[in-house]
């Protein structure tokens, strides 16, 4: 039996939103450090990248789109745009011949995976998928019932195939976050500062709710605010406005660059339940107000907050409840106990995997080593005494828990973290 051709490259699959594409990065860091050669295949949303670990390696931009949520005939022209992604992803792989392809969910993920499933056993590379929330994407659902591996970001993932080979490596972040982990939280003390942030474009409800919610707590907390707040361009003057007449200094833009520097500062963060932004608050230790997606194709960001609140890490409040009444009735015990944030800090830095790029590298590194399976079977359909039990993990990541079932429409979907 041939074994799959080790030096080859690794082709990364991801695009859309910052939530997908930032732990591509990370990892895609992890392996050009390691003397792996990466290529990039993304969508026309992301395009080519002109900085980062991308910007000196090859890129295909394939065609795609998301046929979930949408009518009959757009979701037509989408599955037709993701099958011809995934022939043109067969053709540039038949000439790269990588040894994996690893996909980081996402409708941008389909084709470069499918391609490589299309293509011929002997030219076939590992297939490794990784999904960062605690519900398995609805791309991913479709595609890690031929994956080699999964990689999670979370010890116990909901909908799962029941024969998938999962190992929690966490959620690959930025270095500079990566970095926060281990820093004491310092809880207030003259200034309180507060981060709200809205997934990667900002989002309308935390600029309608957030600042009447912290004009309306007692001038004791209002006088000690800094809100540090991010909104869409349009809503941004507004805000401003908002807490000018509130008398609450405020940074209020549309994106931020120095995320690292501002959850390092931050006493507590208020936002969506995206996969990487729970991540990052974890790794960086900070208590956190969660608010997720409402039309999220899964409902993952729910199942994300909830992991965090569970611990006693977060607060998990629904759009549909998130007002400006219960906002400030929620902040107003947090802000005015330092130890209530400092044990929630706490609690959420237990879930913190600074090292996930690496543990992610490891896995992909292990896969190489395997050899294609005859008719691509599933590698832990059965273990070696045929008793059905999985073999070891490749690598050593910490196998997780399987819950859920994969009985649920298969449909694919783009995936928002907005």
Request: proline letters at 8%; aromatic letters at 4%; a neutral charge.
């Amino acid at each position: 039996m041939s074994m799959r051709d080790e030096n080859g490259p690794i082709v990364i699959a991801a695009g859309g939103t910052g939530g997908h594409f930032f732990p591509a990065e990370a990892l895609a860091d992890a392996l050009v450090a390691r003397g792996r050669r990466v290529v990039l295949m993304t969508d026309a949303r992301a395009g080519q990248r002109t900085t980062g670990v991308f910007a000196d390696a090859e890129q295909f931009v394939l065609p795609g789109a998301g046929v979930a949520g949408r009518g009959p005939i757009r979701a037509l022209r989408g599955g037709l745009a993701l099958l011809k992604g995934a022939w043109a992803a067969r053709g540039v792989m038949t000439a790269l011949r990588p040894s994996a392809v690893v996909g980081f969910g996402g409708y941008p993920s389909v084709p470069p995976l499918l391609g490589a499933r299309l293509l011929g056993r002997t030219n076939r590379p590992a297939i490794i998928l990784h999904e960062g929330n605690a519900v398995l994407g609805r791309a991913n659902s479709v595609l890690a019932r031929f994956a080699d591996a999964v990689a999670t970001s979370f010890p116990s993932v909901a909908g799962l195939p029941s024969r998938a080979t999962a190992h929690m490596t966490g959620m690959p972040v930025r270095p500079a976050i990566a970095a926060l982990a281990g820093e004491a939280y310092r809880a207030p003390d003259e200034t309180i500062r507060v981060l709200v942030w809205g997934g990667s474009l900002g989002a309308r409800v935390f600029s309608d709710v957030a600042p009447s919610a912290l004009a309306a707590l007692p001038l004791s907390l209002r006088a000690r605010l800094h809100v540090t707040q991010q909104a869409r361009t349009e809503d941004a003057e507004r805000v401003r406005a908002a807490y000018a007449a509130a008398g609450i200094p405020a940074r209020v833009e549309s994106f931020f660059s120095d995320v690292p520097a501002l959850l390092r500062d931050a006493h507590l963060v208020i936002g969506r339940a995206g996969g990487s932004s729970v991540a990052e608050i974890a790794t960086a230790g900070r208590p956190s107000i969660l608010v997720p997606l409402p039309v999220a194709a899964s409902d993952e960001q729910t199942a994300n907050a909830r992991s965090l609140e569970t611990i006693g890490a977060a607060r998990l409040m629904p759009q549909p409840v998130f007002t400006v009444e219960s906002l400030a009735a929620a902040l107003l015990p947090l802000l005015e106990n330092p130890n209530t944030l400092t044990a929630q800090a706490a609690a959420a830095a237990t879930l913190a995997r600074p090292d996930a790029a690496e543990r992610l590298a490891d896995l992909v590194e292990a896969s190489l080593h395997q050899a294609p399976p005859s008719a691509y079977a599933h590698p832990h359909s059965s273990g070696p005494d045929g008793s059905g039990a999985q073999t070891p993990p490749l690598g050593s990541p910490v196998s997780v828990t399987l819950s859920g079932d994969a009985s649920r429409s298969p449909a694919l979907s783009m995936e928002s973290h907005v």
